[in-house]
Each structure stands twice: as structure tokens, then as C-alpha cells.
């Protein structure tokens, strides 16, 4: 019998994303303190709250494969957290004018039947053109991407906000890197191409 699939997220972003392997999965809110440690680099912020979560939700799921993962934005290596206002908002992406922006997704696949876990950080970058406040400002009011790390939605009319895109897996820079979590999970005996 397979394992249950977890997804440890409660972002809309991430279960979009996975729902195109079209496997079952159920969806797990993990209570899991986000804030970076001192002196803690954005790659290793995302790589432990990924595992952090993968772990909270292991306590509810004894026969699982969960899936823990999250994204930290980051410029010049400082942590650029979601904008949560309108005001913030348009001034991550005023500061971002011109200017390239990283995106490390932490992923964590963790098998509460066996202790397998798989972690991995993705890297994606995004290199803005040079915005003008009005051009910034009708962006948000148009988008509101107040919830979303670096204060824009890449998937929709954000991508009007770039010069370009460096990366691998187009998925990472929205939260969840399919390419990465479909080699994981193959390699716990799930293929996301042989599921009927």
C-alpha cells in the first residue's frame, strides 16, 4: 500500500503547483515559527523551515510521504520577507528597480515510515527592469501581492516586472520545484509519470 502524500503547506501557491502531478494528497497547516535565527543566511532559513515543517506535520501522519517546503527571498544576502501592506509592497519592488533578487526554496521530503528524508534548497533568480514608481504602483493595486516574498506574483502580471529569469525550474520561483520533488519522490518509489 502506498503512503499517504502530505503536502505541509497552507499556501494556494504550492498545492496549485503540486496538483499537477494529478496525485491524491491532503494538505497539513504546520505551526511552525518562521522567523530567521541570528545570523542565519537565507538558504539555511529555507532549508530548516522546509524540514521544520515536513516534521510538524510528521507527528499527525504515521504512514506518509509530507512534503515540507518554503521560500525565502533575498537580496545582497539579506532576507527579504513578504510585504504584508501596500506601502511595503511597493517599496521591496521600488528598492528591487534594476536590481537581480533570489528565490531559495527549501524542500524537504521526509517518509515517516522508513526516516527517509530528502532535503534540498533551489535556487531561482529574477533580474527586474528598471521600474518607475507609477509603473510599481499600478502593479499593486492591481495585484496585490501582499502575501507573496518579494512582493510580486510571477505567475500573473508580475512578469511584466522583469528584465529576466535565471534558474532551472520555473516552478521554484513560484514555491514548490516540481523537477527537484518529482526526482524526490521517485526515489521513494513514487513516479509521478506511472500513477494512473
Do not use: W
Not at 501557491?13 to 515559527?33: C, G, H, I, N, Q
Not at 516534521?55 to 510585504?83: C, E, M, N, T, Y
Not at 511597493?90 to 533570489?102: F, K, N, P, T, V
Request: hydrophobic letters at 40%.
Amino acid at each position: 500500500m502506498n503512503p499517504q502524500l502530505i503536502l505541509a503547506s497552507s499556501s494556494v501557491y504550492r498545492k496549485a503547483l503540486l496538483e499537477r502531478f494529478a496525485l491524491d494528497f491532503l494538505t497539513f497547516s504546520p505551526d511552525v515559527d518562521e522567523s530567521p535565527r541570528p545570523d542565519e543566511v537565507p538558504a539555511e532559513l529555507a532549508k530548516r523551515l522546509a524540514r521544520d515543517k515536513a516534521a510538524a506535520a510528521a507527528k499527525h501522519f504515521p504512514s506518509a510521504l509530507i512534503i515540507g517546503s518554503d521560500q525565502v527571498a533575498s537580496r545582497d544576502d539579506s532576507i527579504i520577507g513578504k510585504p504584508g501592506d501596500t506601502h511595503a509592497c511597493e517599496e521591496q519592488l521600488i528598492r528591487a528597480s534594476g536590481r537581480r533578487m533570489d528565490f531559495l526554496t527549501g524542500l524537504c521530503l521526509l517518509n515517516t515510515e522508513t526516516g527517509a528524508v530528502h532535503v534540498d534548497v533551489i535556487r531561482f533568480g529574477v533580474v527586474f527592469r528598471d521600474l518607475t514608481r507609477q509603473q510599481v504602483k499600478t502593479y499593486v493595486a492591481r495585484e496585490q501581492p501582499l502575501d507573496c516574498a518579494g512582493g510580486f506574483r510571477s505567475e500573473g502580471l508580475g512578469i511584466g516586472l522583469f528584465e529576466r529569469l535565471e534558474g532551472d525550474d520555473p516552478t521554484a520561483l513560484i514555491g514548490l520545484p516540481l523537477i527537484r520533488l518529482s526526482e524526490m519522490l521517485r526515489s521513494e518509489g513514487l513516479d509521478v509519470l506511472l500513477q494512473p
